[in-house]
Structures are given as C-alpha cells and as structure tokens.
C-alpha cells in the first residue's frame, strides 16, 4: 500500500451511468466502480429523494472527476456513491429529509449483495475507487469542537470502519482497490465562515494518517492475491489545486468563495462564472477542479507507483485544456482534441505504465 501524490493517461471507450438497481456490466471492458459521498455521486442520491441538484443531480456545476477518469481509460462506470454518505451510519448517521442516507459501508454491502458472483475477468481487471469520509467529519464537528468527542478515538473508529469494508471487498476477490484521503476540508468556504479552519485542519491529518495505517494493514494482508490496495493523496491534490501558481492555469480566479450561496431563507444566489471558482457551493469544487482530479485519479489509477510534481499537473491542465472548459466543453462532450494525443498526456515523470502493484486495467494504446 502506497500513499502517493501523483502516471499514464490514455483514453478510449464509452461512459456507463449505472443505477442503484443495476448490475457490474459484463463485457470485455473493465468496471471503475465508485463508493463515496457527494464529490463523486453522480445523481444517486436525487434519483432516491427526488430534487434536481446542480448539474444533473451532481453537487458541482459540471461532471465529477470519476467520470472524466472513467472516460480517460476506457471504462464502464458503476457509481454508487450518494450525496451525504458517511463511513457508516452506526457512527455517523446521515439522513436526507426521511431518508437513510446509504453509508460506504451500506454501499459495499448493497453491491456485494447485488453482485454475488463477478466474473474473474471483473475481479481481476475491474477498479474500486472509494472516497469517503468528509461528512463524518462535518457530522462531529460540534462534538469535537467543546471536546465532547475525543479526535484519537474518532479516528481510529472511521479508519477501521473503512478498512473493514475494503478488506470485505479483497475478500470478495477484487484486486484493484483505491481510497483517496480526505481533501482539504479546512479550506472550504463553509469551514472558513465559520473560523473553523485551524481546528478541522489536525482533524483531517490525525485521520488521515489513522486510515492510511490500517488500509496498509489490509494492503499487507492481502498482498498474494490482490494487484494492489493504495491510498490516494486527494488532500495533497486540493491544496496543489489551491496554489496561485496551479489555478491559473485551471483558469480558476477565485480560490475562497462559493460561487452558489443560500441566505438564511433559503433564499439562492448563483454567480455568473461557476467555472472561475474553485468551490460551487460551501463545501464542493466546481467543474474545473473536478476535471483536474479525474485526469489525476486516471494517471494514479493506471500506475499508482508514478510520481506527478506541479509543472506535471500544469502540463495535463493545458493538455486537456481545463482552463477553458466548462460543462459544454470537455472530454466527455467533445472526445479528445490533437493536443490530447497519448505522447503528450503521458506524464514525462515515468518510463514505466504498469508495474506490479498497479491495475491491470487494459489501456489503449492509440486514441480513437
């Protein structure tokens, strides 16, 4: 198990929105299956409860950054991530108006009902990306601010709620598992208001640092028969994305506010350039930072072992043009562009695609 911040990217193939009720698809294709909260769901949540959301039922202005990586390796998405997940409702109970909001655990244990018996092929080629634990987080934030809740004990109990379940997953023969870590929560506009920043900021790292400690258990314990179990740096990546020097070149010029803001009647007001914002709404990136982290989550997810600095991250942003994109204009709406061709999107930091610890995820090796 590695934590790494940073490498091929190729891309072909179709994306795949799949329901609640559906199946892994079974073809010769391999499945990117998604757990995790509102920075990865892709409408779940309103399918369940009804509503619109922003765009198409997501919390953000444009597509989440599972499907441009979905997109940019030739997979099949299987979402199952809800708006408002936590790690598990036994510790975090979240609900949307009377709604049971299905935690990562219940997500895990949805599938594994749904899919008693994958292909080998599925097991053996199929991607699990998990990101969870943010809402946990916002659920105990009172708690730990009066010191009601003890941040070492809350920790350890998310890590292991966490690490439980990817283990269930490596025991149901998957090979290709990935957590990303917590994101830069302090640093949302909603946090800020409240001047929360410096008490969720150590939150964040203990659990953090508390969950990579057991997914490395796990890792180790499964070693034999799994391609590989990581952890993925998202909180690395969301300060990078912060950087002066880094969201220029996603044409982000407003790093603090939210571009979608509620007053206290409820009453919404929405700015004129989404894409400009680093943040929608209080507490999720907009469309552009989402596009930089599906690119990123495709370079890891293909070699977990590559290592990506800023002048990487900036050449994949002007490769794929995220300065100028928006919900119209993208991958997942235009396809690729010359300047997307495969020797200029691998990442210059590697020599080396797969190794053996990365996914088995067979990539194309022309664009089409």
């Known amino acids: 198990m590695q ?33 995790g909260n509102s920075l990865s769901d892709t409408g779940n949540l309103v399918d369940a409860v009804g509503g619109s959301g922003f765009f198409g039922g ?69 991607v699990i990306e998990i990101e969870i634990g943010g809402n946990d987080i916002l659920h105990h934030m009172d708690g730990l601010a009066t ?62 640092a508390a969950t990579s ?9 499964n070693a034999a028969k799994t391609n590989g179990i990581h952890v993925f740096d998202l909180n690395w990546l969301t300060n990078l994305g912060l950087q002066p020097e880094v969201s220029k070149h996603l044409g ?18 929405v700015c004129t350039d989404p894409d400009t914002h680093f943040f929608y709404d209080g507490v999720h990136p907009a469309g552009r930072m989402h596009y930089l982290w599906g690119i990123v989550a495709a370079v890891w997810t293909r070699d977990p072992n ?19 994109s928006n919900s119209e204009n993208n991958i997942i709406v235009n396809g690729i562009t010359p300047s997307q061709s495969e020797s200029e999107v691998i990442p210059s930091t590697t020599s080396d695609y797969a190794t053996d610890s990365a996914s088995n995820t067979p990539i194309p090796t022309k664009c089409h």
């Open 252 to 269: 982000i010029t407003n790093p603090t506010d939210a571009c979608y803001v509620e007053d206290a009647d409820g009453k919404a007001s």
């Open 306 to 324: 590559a290592t990506i600095d800023v002048n990487e991250i900036i050449r994949l942003a002007g490769a794929y043009d995220i300065d100028n």
């Open 147 to 208: 010191g009601a809740i003890e941040l070492a004990e809350l920790a350890t109990k998310i890590a292991d709620t966490i690490a439980t379940d990817m283990q269930l997953l490596a025991t149901a023969g998957y090979k290709n598992i990935i957590l990303w870590n917590l994101p830069a929560v302090d640093k949302t506009p909603f946090v800020l208001e409240l001047n929360a920043g410096a008490l969720i900021k150590p939150v964040i790292e203990t659990i953090n």
């Open 3 to 35: 934590l790494k911040c940073g490498a091929l990217v190729s891309w072909a193939g179709v994306l795949f929105f799949a329901s609640t009720v559906q199946s892994a698809p079974v073809s010769a294709t391999p499945n990117l299956i998604v757990f």
């Open 58 to 126: 997501r919390a953000t202005n444009s597509y989440v950054w599972n499907e441009y990586t979905a997109k940019i390796l030739g997979m099949q998405l299987v979402n199952r991530a809800y708006r408002g997940a936590t790690s598990n409702n036994d510790l975090s109970p979240a609900t949307w108006g009377n709604f049971s909001v299905p935690s990562f655990h219940d997500q895990v244990a949805m599938w594994l009902k749904e899919t008693p018996n994958p292909s080998q092929f599925n097991l053996d080629n199929d």
């Open 213 to 221: 400690a057991y997914v490395k258990t796990v890792a180790d314990n």
